[in-house]
């Protein structure tokens, strides 16, 4: 709890016992109990409710005019704009109510796809651009580069940065505002890292069946679990780890694959792992790239069994990247050979042949006609994400956002329609590579190639 100045005041007793009034820096401000409590319990503003007398607290009454606002009606007063953010994050934190704040000014529900603008940069200390990038609901934001990791606050008014054992940093995930999982392609094992101490927390590795090291491919969770893609260091075997979030112990082990011979399927590694909340399902998905061109398996599997739900086996134009929208029932994709998006079904996956060669190829591209396929790989490097109702592709320098149009096609998946937007044009952002896709509070993260920065992209955001 932070100190504070708070003082008895002799004064006549209320008429009405609901009522409070405290005195902050010589102003009077009068409010009722059941508002002050829903600072929450340890809070300086629930002590204050609790009191049955009047209180002096020494503090900016401007400041605390915009807080009790915040706890009347839930948001901030249209005068927030005119105070400096980090004072009022100050202020919030002396008083107990830096959540609520942070509710308010970084709500992911309140992200507005339609009118994203980049808004500002975050500089990375040294020469190295980042590699992964990892948000948490709210908004703090993790960023490898290097060996190093630099943590961002909410407000990302914050800044600190730590040393790993890492050369590189492959895969990230941000467990918590303090806590991060690692992995290298290159290091074994999955390192938990406690990002204010700097310090390894815990190292979780795969036994495999020739005793080898295991590096890391793709990290995800689902909130209660952690998921981990495995694969020896001789390449020769890789699995999908299933932990306890709480406590990391390994819960179960799916998708084990020892390679034997010119077995392409088994060899291919998980190095994308999404939770489908919608389905209780894991999507797993990998490529491989040889002399017949790229190939690569897109799995659901169902922890519960370690069975497989449903799988897609990519031949023709396989993904260069894929993700899975739960709000709309649909995995997307970019060709890594086109370069165009597609979607397939969730609700119609379980039901047709997913030999990518099949007249029942799921398949759709949303653009209204295809590019001819000329052997270019128009796609490699292109990154896809969800959120909400909407899907961001990233294309050169370019961020196109899809959303879909109401058709009236009965929920059938040919019937849907989507709308393309373009973001970041070449001519308002320099066309650099987007290389990294993020989403946290109300706010989209973007990095670069050969940029030792971090976009910002906001909205209007409710008071600032």
């Given at each position: 709890m932070p100190s504070f100045d708070i003082c008895c005041l002799e004064t006549e007793p209320e008429l009405n016992s609901n009522v409070v009034s405290i005195n902050v820096g010589g102003r009077i401000f009068q409010t009722t109990k059941q508002t002050l409590t829903q600072a929450g319990p340890k809070s300086l503003l629930y002590r204050l409710a609790e009191t049955g007398s009047d209180r002096f607290v020494d503090r900016d009454p401007d400041q605390f005019s915009l807080l009790l606002s915040l706890l009347r009606s839930g948001t901030l007063p249209s005068k927030v704009k005119d105070f400096d953010l980090r004072d009022l994050i100050e202020e919030s934190r002396f008083y107990g109510v830096e959540s609520l704040?942070?509710?308010?000014?970084?709500?992911?529900?309140?992200?507005?796809?339609?009118?994203?603008?980049?808004?500002?940069?975050?500089?990375?200390?040294?020469?190295?651009?980042?590699?992964?990038?990892?948000?948490?609901?709210?908004?703090?934001?993790?960023?490898?580069?290097?060996?190093?990791?630099?943590?961002?606050?909410?407000?990302?008014?914050?800044?600190?940065?730590?040393?790993?054992?890492?050369?590189?940093?492959?895969?990230?995930?941000?467990?918590?505002?303090?806590?991060?999982?690692?992995?290298?392609?290159?290091?074994?094992?999955?390192?938990?890292?406690?990002?204010?101490?700097?310090?390894?927390?815990?190292?979780?590795?795969?036994?495999?069946?020739?005793?080898?090291?295991?590096?890391?491919?793709?990290?995800?969770?689902?909130?209660?679990?952690?998921?981990?893609?495995?694969?020896?260091?001789?390449?020769?075997?890789?699995?999908?780890?299933?932990?306890?979030?709480?406590?990391?112990?390994?819960?179960?082990?799916?998708?084990?694959?020892?390679?034997?011979?010119?077995?392409?399927?088994?060899?291919?590694?998980?190095?994308?792992?999404?939770?489908?909340?919608?389905?209780?399902?894991?999507?797993?998905?990998?490529?491989?790239?040889?002399?017949?061109?790229?190939?690569?398996?897109?799995?659901?599997?169902?922890?519960?069994?370690?069975?497989?739900?449903?799988?897609?086996?990519?031949?023709?134009?396989?993904?260069?990247?894929v993700c899975v929208s739960d709000n709309m029932n649909v995995l997307f994709k970019v060709g890594v050979s086109s370069g165009e998006v597609f979607n397939a079904d969730l609700r119609c996956l379980g039901t047709v042949n997913n030999d990518a060669n099949d007249n029942n190829n799921p398949w759709m591209c949303v653009e209204n006609r295809r590019k001819v396929v000329n052997g270019k790989k128009e796609g490699l490097g292109c990154k896809i994400e969800s959120h909400g109702n909407q899907v961001f592709c990233s294309k050169g320098g370019d961020i196109e956002l899809w959303s879909e149009v109401a058709a009236g096609s009965e929920g059938r998946l040919k019937g849907r329609v989507f709308r393309k937007n373009v973001m970041g044009r070449v001519k308002a952002m320099g066309g650099l590579k987007v290389t990294n896709l993020a989403f946290g509070g109300n706010k989209m993260f973007v990095t670069r190639k050969d940029q030792q920065a971090v976009e910002v992209w906001q909205g209007s955001t409710r008071g600032l």
């Amino acid at each position: 709890m932070p100190s504070f100045d708070i003082c008895c005041l002799e004064t006549e007793p209320e008429l009405n016992s609901n009522v409070v009034s405290i005195n902050v820096g010589g102003r009077i401000f009068q409010t009722t109990k059941q508002t002050l409590t829903q600072a929450g319990p340890k809070s300086l503003l629930y002590r204050l409710a609790e009191t049955g007398s009047d209180r002096f607290v020494d503090r900016d009454p401007d400041q605390f005019s915009l807080l009790l606002s915040l706890l009347r009606s839930g948001t901030l007063p249209s005068k927030v704009k005119d105070f400096d953010l980090r004072d009022l994050i100050e202020e919030s934190r002396f008083y107990g109510v830096e959540s609520l704040l942070t509710s308010s000014l970084s709500d992911p529900s309140h992200l507005d796809a339609f009118s994203l603008r980049k808004s500002s940069e975050l500089p990375l200390n040294g020469r190295d651009t980042p590699s992964a990038i990892a948000s948490t609901p709210f908004g703090s934001l993790h960023v490898s580069h290097g060996s190093k990791i630099t943590s961002f606050d909410w407000s990302l008014t914050r800044k600190s940065t730590i040393l790993t054992q890492f050369t590189a940093i492959d895969s990230l995930l941000a467990i918590s505002p303090d806590i991060a999982a690692a992995g290298a392609t290159d290091f074994s094992g999955l390192q938990i890292l406690d990002l204010q101490k700097g310090r390894v927390k815990q190292v979780l590795n795969w036994e495999n069946a020739t005793r080898s090291g295991s590096t890391v491919q793709a990290i995800g969770s689902s909130g209660k679990l952690l998921f981990t893609s495995f694969e020896s260091c001789r390449r020769n075997s890789n699995s999908i780890l299933v932990y306890d979030m709480n406590t990391l112990n390994p819960v179960i082990e799916i998708a084990r694959n020892e390679i034997f011979g010119a077995d392409l399927d088994s060899a291919i590694p998980a190095t994308k792992l999404r939770w489908v909340s919608g389905y209780g399902l894991l999507m797993a998905s990998g490529s491989h790239s040889g002399l017949s061109g790229v190939s690569g398996n897109i799995k659901f599997w169902d922890i519960r069994s370690g069975n497989v739900a449903f799988e897609l086996k990519e031949k023709v134009d396989c993904f260069a990247d894929v993700c899975v929208s739960d709000n709309m029932n649909v995995l997307f994709k970019v060709g890594v050979s086109s370069g165009e998006v597609f979607n397939a079904d969730l609700r119609c996956l379980g039901t047709v042949n997913n030999d990518a060669n099949d007249n029942n190829n799921p398949w759709m591209c949303v653009e209204n006609r295809r590019k001819v396929v000329n052997g270019k790989k128009e796609g490699l490097g292109c990154k896809i994400e969800s959120h909400g109702n909407q899907v961001f592709c990233s294309k050169g320098g370019d961020i196109e956002l899809w959303s879909e149009v109401a058709a009236g096609s009965e929920g059938r998946l040919k019937g849907r329609v989507f709308r393309k937007n373009v973001m970041g044009r070449v001519k308002a952002m320099g066309g650099l590579k987007v290389t990294n896709l993020a989403f946290g509070g109300n706010k989209m993260f973007v990095t670069r190639k050969d940029q030792q920065a971090v976009e910002v992209w906001q909205g209007s955001t409710r008071g600032l």
